[in-house]
């Protein structure tokens, strides 16, 4: 007999972590088949994607101009400015739909809605990371640049783009579900964000009043910080980690809340 709607989506009591993690695994591996499974490309088309982008950059920006606006590596330049984006995109896309595409899981006492959203955050961070360092590895080699990268930079960048893309996708994951409508809005709002978010540009060029409305998106301060990390010379003054932060939290803290107080409603919806 089926359990009542009221009780369908309540968590297992009495659960201990190794269980937990049990379950986050299992979901991870059911994510993996799902995302990469179907491809006969598989895992390549993950690094096959963001190549395929910078190579395009590359070609057409090479034509119109003798050098990049940083460094002296059309490639390398324009990998900074995609693949901190291009992890944002994902994470906040994926995440997104998570609740809605796993939703019959949910039903089992053994799943719940975070673990869902743990599991699919967790293979997007190892995924995205390990992309990112094989990218930039080959770049650096393949172009024959002796740049001592400031790790430090590296790895918050794109761990802020990673906080980032899931604080946005797990507050649109239950606006989705509550408001249908927003889904609609979301795509129109988010449709600018590859143009003004310094993918192929640099931010310090711009007219200072277009740099007082762009210093608003966080993926310009995401995509600074990794630029100062593989390009000593860049500086990046307006650069505001706390701000990405904060911006960051505040989503998540919004997408917890929705999810704690209709749960119920985004399940069995």
Known sequence: MNAPISEISAAP????????????????????????????????????????????????????????????????FYATGYLPFGIYNASQSK???????????????????????????ALISLTELTVSVLLFTGLLIHADIHVVANLTYVFIALGMAILLGTSVGLMNATLFEIFPSWRTIWKIL??????ISAVFYLFDT?????????????????????????????????????????????LMAIGLVNLRTSNKFIINN
């Open 190 to 195: 988010s449709r600018p964000m590859f143009f």
């Open 95 to 121: 995440i997104s739909v998570a609740l809605t595409q796993n939703k019959a899981l949910m039903f089992f006492p053994a799943v719940t809605y975070m673990d869902v959203i743990l599991a699919r955050f």
């Open 13 to 76: 009591r009495g659960r201990v972590p190794f269980q937990t993690l049990r379950v986050i695994f299992a979901l991870m591996i059911r994510e993996m088949g799902t995302s990469f499974g179907r491809s006969s490309l598989g895992y390549f088309w993950a690094i096959l994607e963001p190549v395929g982008i910078i190579i395009v950059f590359t070609i057409a920006f090479s034509i119109i101009f003798k050098q990049p606006p940083l460094g002296s590596s059309f490639p390398l």
């Open 206 to 250: 711009l007219p200072g009043y277009i740099q007082s409305i762009l210093w608003w998106n966080p993926l310009v301060h995401i995509i600074g910080t990794l630029r100062v990390g593989i390009f000593p010379e860049y500086e990046g003054a307006y650069i505001s980690w706390l701000y990405v932060m904060i911006l960051a939290l505040s």
